[in-house]
């Protein structure tokens, strides 16, 4: 590939915040992770996400405006970069138990909170940590009643805005049972939420809780069996018997929106292609020609039904953000 791959790099006049505290996130989880298999490693990456957090809270601004097109409008940062710097310190506080992450996460939270864009309790994806957030720090939170506040009562409310009875649901249900939320490729939603919905589900099997929604009572269990509708949905058990993930199952997505899926392996073709050598293989009416295995897709529209069309990005684009959180979902079901 010889089409301009451009890569972008931060610094402290041209800071990223939300890309660094979420790098710093990532580190302070993984050092987690690596504990007890090897320490010298799990060391390293603590000391590495308290200095990637130090740059991204010292230097504040957003990627948005440090390198400008390059990520924006593909990826704006649209509800700004406290959230990821209270997400950064919330695993800085998990990974080291260091009083001053926590200080940190409990002198901003209320600042998120009461900004129009930055304090909704149901939103977790590529830009949005709230939801995460609130769930993360419930772990440690919830039998503690002055430090539960704001986080334990918006993670219930955060279920409750998903469970299909709840009388305070915000989403919607496909006839088939699919999860559905507004804005684009909708299985992020389903395979993102699905995750939280874990994770919350042990944490009050952990400290004999249940959440309330309105005169509903749901139960760990409801939680998970919830995920559970989701994670089946997903390989294949719906009205089209189509599993929305590649290479999964005896019917699945062949015509993804994905470039390396789309073209010819340079060992099939050697010769030079140039920019849009490539629209006869886009616009072509075959299956692709190479199958990306275990990529999930944007998946079907809230009837049920599936173009499985390139032009349709939406429904047919493969991303990390949906897959990522899937793989936390499925090693629970494991
Ligand atoms: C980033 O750009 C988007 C789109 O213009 C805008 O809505 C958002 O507020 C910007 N975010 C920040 C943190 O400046
Ligand atoms: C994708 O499919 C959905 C559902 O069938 C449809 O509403 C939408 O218009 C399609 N989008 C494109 C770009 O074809």
């Not at 929106?257 to 292609?273: A, F």
Request: aromatic share 12%; net charge neutral; proline share 5%.
């Amino acid at each position: 590939m010889d089409t301009s791959r451009k890569a972008y790099y931060l610094t402290q006049r041209k800071p990223g915040s939300e890309v660094s505290a979420e790098i710093a996130a990532a580190l302070a989880a993984s050092s987690i992770v690596f504990r007890k298999i090897d320490g010298k490693y799990s060391k390293a990456l603590l000391i590495r996400a308290k200095l990637v957090f130090d740059f991204a809270n010292n230097h504040r601004g957003s990627y948005n405006d440090s390198i400008g097109a390059g990520a924006c409008p593909f990826y704006c940062d649209f509800n700004g970069y406290m959230d990821e710097l209270i997400w950064g310190a919330a695993w800085l506080h998990k990974a080291s138990n260091d009083q001053n992450y926590w200080n940190f996460v409990k002198s901003n939270i209320l600042s998120l909170e009461s900004t129009s864009n930055g304090g909704s309790f149901s939103e977790f994806g590529w830009d949005s940590k709230n939801a995460g957030i609130n769930v993360l720090v419930s772990e440690g939170v919830m039998n503690n009643p002055s430090n539960e506040n704001p986080f334990v009562p918006n993670a219930n409310n955060l279920i409750c805005s998903l469970l299909p009875n709840s009388p305070t649901k915000s989403v919607t249900y496909s006839k088939g049972g699919l999860l559905f939320k507004v804005g684009s490729s909708n299985l992020q939603h389903a395979t993102s939420l699905s995750f939280l919905l874990i994770v919350y589900a042990r944490y009050m099997q952990a400290n004999n809780k249940v959440v309330q929604c309105g005169n509903v009572i749901a139960k760990p269990s409801d939680l998970t069996n919830l995920a559970k509708s989701q994670v089946d949905y997903i390989l294949g058990n719906n009205p089209l018997g189509m599993s929305y993930m590649v290479g999964y199952g005896q019917k699945y997505p062949q015509k993804i929106h994905h470039r390396g899926s789309t073209l010819p392996s340079i060992d099939v073709n050697p010769n030079h292609m140039g920019c849009r050598d490539g629209d006869k293989y886009f616009q072509s009416s075959e299956p692709n020609i190479n199958e990306l295995i275990g990529a999930i897709v944007g998946g079907p529209a809230d009837d049920d039904s599936f173009q499985d069309s390139r032009y349709n990005v939406s429904q047919s684009e493969p991303t990390t953000y949906i897959n990522a959180p899937f793989v936390g979902v499925l090693a629970y079901f494991k």
